[in-house]
């Protein structure tokens, strides 16, 4: 089992870059596979990016592609979100998950989420 912290969150303005992190416990962080999901008002929850066990492999959602960048760090327990060239859409709770397989279909754990709000 693993419990997960997100970090990071905040208010920044259009065209401003913030870096989530997300904090795993457990001696097994290396076995799960990672993604981000973000979830506006209103709005159901939505893919954002993922990672492999190594961080060999990513995936993006289109909204964010080339504008974010998903890495880990299996030392520390950790992946993480850099978001570049924020937009207002853009703005939601953001939400780490782990799972043993790669773009699971659902996946298993998830954090309690940490807000985002872009300002135009």
């Known amino acids: 089992q693993v419990q997960l912290v997100e970090s990071g969150g905040g208010l920044v303005q259009a065209g401003g870059s913030l870096r989530l992190s997300c904090a795993a416990s457990?001696?097994?962080?290396?076995?799960?596979?990672m993604g981000w999901f973000r979830q506006a008002p209103g709005k159901e929850r939505e893919f954002v990016a993922a990672i492999s066990w190594s961080g060999g492999s990513t995936y993006y959602a289109d909204s964010v592609k080339g504008r974010f960048t998903i890495s880990r760090d299996n030392a520390k327990n950790t992946v993480y979100l850099q978001m570049n060239s924020l937009k207002p859409e853009d703005t939601a709770v953001y939400y780490c998950a782990a799972d043993l397989h790669y773009l699971p279909y659902e996946y298993d754990y998830w954090g309690q989420g940490t807000q985002v709000t872009v300002s135009s």
């Open positions: 457990g001696r097994t962080f290396s076995s799960y596979a």
